[in-house]
């Protein structure tokens, strides 16, 4: 059982002015006041201007914008999972992001790490150039860096090991023709994707080096834009991967019975699937876009705020002064009040979040009581579309469930984990369910060839018993 945090007077905000700081009452949590340098102690709440009084903003992460940092590199294959969420170590009295210790991008000479003095030196002398460096951890020694450096070049190192293993099957099997020549097309794209995610990678990183991208005073962090671009990159190959991967298991699977494989095809061929085809389809694109939004969040740190569920402070919904802040917009006509309020004001970052993860709850639901309250599709859809949206719907209870746990207890690293990771479970089962009432046409010809061909071969082995008679 998680313990409820405790509230600390602690600064757990600068990226943005206000800075947000909770107190052990829990009474002033919106100020103004100086950004901490690293030696300094907080300010005082006395000497600070309360200018916000909001009830339920409190937190206690800080300046750890390492986990949905790595998290994004995470979504890369599930399997770097577990690298990645190293990288959001805080080390002892150091606030930093590993992701943030290697200030280059070298795709290849990258893999080594520097070998001799002279070359830590140099390395070290370039971190210290970085806002990181200089705005929180000035006092940080050659060894503290090199624990930093390392966590970093193990990240990097897995990610190219993990685009390796599937390149080079992925040439071994085009260049041997095992496989058709639209899938060899697919596998070149997917690999496309996959160096390009590497360079979107380090695009992230990038911003998170040059201070001219942060507002004066704040900590130095990636843009939420260019995390939210690396997940979705993260989550496209993904799924391109999946999708595609599912496709050629259930061929194989169809074609050990062409017949069965036939009838199925035939089945799923009724004009009645098209809206339950239609509407997975949209589901994926919304669990898609409820994930990008989530970035967002994680991006902003808005889960540090309204650790509260449902309501938003005062109401289910924050003000709308707050939410269309004016301090967010850059035009003097205020023309892009809307937009930089929705993508950059951490209160309405926050809402969408909640909206549509609520919205997309609703649809599974309603998708559930589709499937079971209409006779037509008990009928139609095949048992194994009945069962894959039963896993849709336990995935979506589990990634709510875990959406506001990671909310009330004020983002803790394996909660904000497991909800990034579910995000991908849910996504997975959705296109499980969606490959098992799609209609594939190339598996369909492959099937009547397949009929055709056992066909000729009983009647010509017929033909041959008559003879021999
Ligand atoms: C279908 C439902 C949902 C999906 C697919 C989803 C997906 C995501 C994703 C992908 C992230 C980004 C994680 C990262 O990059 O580190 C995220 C963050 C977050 N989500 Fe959700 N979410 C859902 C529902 C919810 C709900 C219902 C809540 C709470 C009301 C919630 C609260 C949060 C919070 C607080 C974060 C920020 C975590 C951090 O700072 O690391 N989510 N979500």
Known sequence: MLAKPRLHHEIVQQAYDPCIISTESGKAQFISCEPQKPDEKLPKLEDCVIIDNRRPVTGTRGFDREIPLSGALRVYLVSS???????SLSLGKYALCPLLSITEWKPV????????DEDWESEFAKYRASPEFQLLNPHMNLSEFKSIYYMEWIHRLWGRFVGL??????VYFVAKKKVSKPMAWRLAGIAGLIGFQGFIGWWMVKSGLKDDLFAPGSHPRVSQYRLTAH????????????WNGLAILRSHRLLADPEAGINLLNSLQNPKLKIFRRSVAVLGLLVFTTAM??????????????NEFPTMGNGLTPPKSELFDE????????????????????????LDHRILAMTTFTSVMALWAYTRGSPTMRRLLPPAAKKGVHGVVAFTFVQVALGISTLLYLVPTHLASTHQAGSLFLLTWVLVLGSRVWHPSRTAKLLQMAVK???????????NATSKL
């Open 293 to 306: 939004s989530g970035a967002l969040v994680a991006g902003l740190d808005a889960g540090l705020i309204y």
């Open 109 to 116: 000479t990258g893999s080594i790490p520097p070998l001799s």
């Open 453 to 463: 061909a056992r066909n000729q071969s009983v009647s010509a082995s017929a033909l």
């Open 327 to 350: 301090r967010y917009s850059r035009k003097p006509d205020k023309s892009d009040l809307w937009w930089r309020n929705m993508l950059e004001n951490p209160s309405l970052v926050q």
């Open 81 to 87: 999972y577990s690298v990645g969420s190293q990288d």
């Open 231 to 242: 997940l979705a990159a993260a989550f496209t190959c993904y799924v391109a991967m999946l």
């Open 165 to 170: 293993s599937f390149v080079i099957p992925a």
